[in-house]
Nanobody
Framework: QVQLVESGGGLVQPGASLRLSCAASGSIFSIHDMGWYRQAPGKQRETVAIITRGGSTNFADSVKGRFTISRDNAKNTVYLQMNSLKPEDTAVYYC???????????????WGQGTQVTVSS
């Protein structure tokens, strides 16, 4: 089994920063893409940021210039640095990882349990 454990969420005021972490563990041969998604009440889950194993990144337009995604391949960990947080960033944030569990070229999708981020004055 593969598990993704998230941390770093919380309640902050507008303009504050948070750093989310997600560590993958278990039967892992290698990890392809990693990323963060979020879902606010009454809304569809949306992509926040994606990072490939080689370091290429993509961001949602709503977070460009404010959020940074990074990864530590040795630790199987992905990070999301969130700066200048806005109330509209309030959501449950989910970690994603595409995991290769054997030498066979196949990746399966895994998701974390989610961590709540609330931005409010």
């Amino acid at each position: 089994q593969v598990q993704l454990v998230e941390s770093g969420g919380g309640l902050v005021q507008p303009g504050a920063s948070l750093r989310l972490s997600c560590a993958a563990s278990g039967s892992i041969f290698s990890i392809h893409d990693m990323g963060w998604y979020r879902q606010a009440p009454g809304k569809q889950r949306e992509t926040v940021a994606i990072i490939t194993r080689g370091g290429s990144t993509n961001f949602a337009d709503s977070v460009k210039g404010r959020f940074t995604i990074s990864r530590d391949n040795a630790k199987n960990t992905v990070y999301l640095q969130m700066n200048s947080l806005k109330p509209e960033d309030t959501a449950v944030y989910y970690c994603y990882s595409g995991v290769r569990v054997t030498p066979v070229l196949r990746y399966d999708d895994y998701w974390g349990q989610g961590t709540q981020v609330t931005v409010s004055s």
